[in-house]
């Protein structure tokens, strides 16, 4: 007969199809006496045994939560880099009004876009690089892929020799070791874009 080592009441149990007895208890401890939930929650050593049984019992629940949340913060992230380019793309519109495209030299139209002499398919970290955008013709920015050898000539000449060689610099070490924005950059790029918005409109 075995007792519960805690308050010494007798263990019933039961025979199972093998023909062995199972005891009603954990550790020593009765579970039909109440001992055992005791011991659970009375003791360092319970309590590490119920943490431990928790963790592993909410384990794919968080897991999930977790990847959710991933996600949700990367479905965040892309809705901002959007916003940001609406306003970069409007600001460099307002920057460039006037300006011949700077691709084909075709006087300005009002319908020239925010083109980028080093494509953000390629070179991501160079979506928002004030040197690398500059107002272009429909034709040349959709139908001729930015026309990069044409818009490299006549960049020399808008921004010099010395910023176009530090915007390839930056193309290079973009292209080979990749870029990542985060929101407080976004962020501040927003409110920078929206303040020189504004004094271009005044």
Known sequence: ??????????????????????????YGYGIKCGCYSEWLLTTPEGRELMNKATLKATKPRRELEKEKASREDRKKLGTLIQ????????????????????????????????GHCFPVSTYPGLRFDFDNVHGQSVKDNRFKDGAQEDYLINLYRRIGKERTEALIERAKDYKKNGHRFTREYLKELQSDLKQKIKELNQ
């Open 1 to 26: 007969m075995k007792k519960c080592k805690s308050c010494g009441a007798e263990i019933l149990f039961t025979i199972q199809s093998n023909g062995l007895k199972k005891y009603d208890h954990k």
């Open 83 to 114: 916003d940001t380019q609406r306003l970069f793309n409007k600001y460099i519109r307002l920057r460039d009004k006037g300006k011949p495209c700077i691709s084909s030299g075709i006087p300005y139209k009002s319908d020239f876009e925010a």
